[in-house]
């Protein structure tokens, strides 16, 4: 029986570095106190604050994007998000979230121009 091991050249990786994480800073009102996001957090909290009251849906964002999952990360930092069911029609009819921030906040330092 032969070995394995020796018959394959080695594969020679090129490395690579990793993306920079956006990066922001949100004050929250009305105490001012900080509290700075990254990576897709960062990106949601951008969206939401953008929307304002209109609020974001999946439909409306680039697709693949895991909204509830960055939802998640904004809860978990203390940021009340609601969620409303809205319908929808077209050929794949359904329902869809509209995700809305209420926590009353500013970025007031946005890291994304840096980290491109």
Not at 16 to 43: F, N, Q, Y
Not at 55 to 82: D, Q
């Amino acid at each position: 029986m032969n070995s394995i091991s020796g018959d394959f050249a080695q594969a020679k990786s090129i490395p690579v570095s990793a993306p920079k994480k956006s990066t922001i800073t949100v004050r929250i009102e009305p105490d001012g106190r900080t509290k700075r996001l990254h990576g897709r957090a960062a990106w949601m909290m951008r969206e939401l604050v953008k929307a304002g009251k209109r609020g974001v849906t999946t439909i409306e964002l680039p697709a693949g994007v895991r909204v509830s999952h960055a939802v998640y990360l904004l809860r978990r930092e203390g940021f009340i998000i609601s969620m409303q069911r809205e319908a929808h029609g077209g050929e794949f009819a359904g329902v869809h979230g509209r995700f809305r921030i209420e926590t009353p906040c500013t970025i007031v330092n946005d890291g994304s121009a840096v980290a491109a």
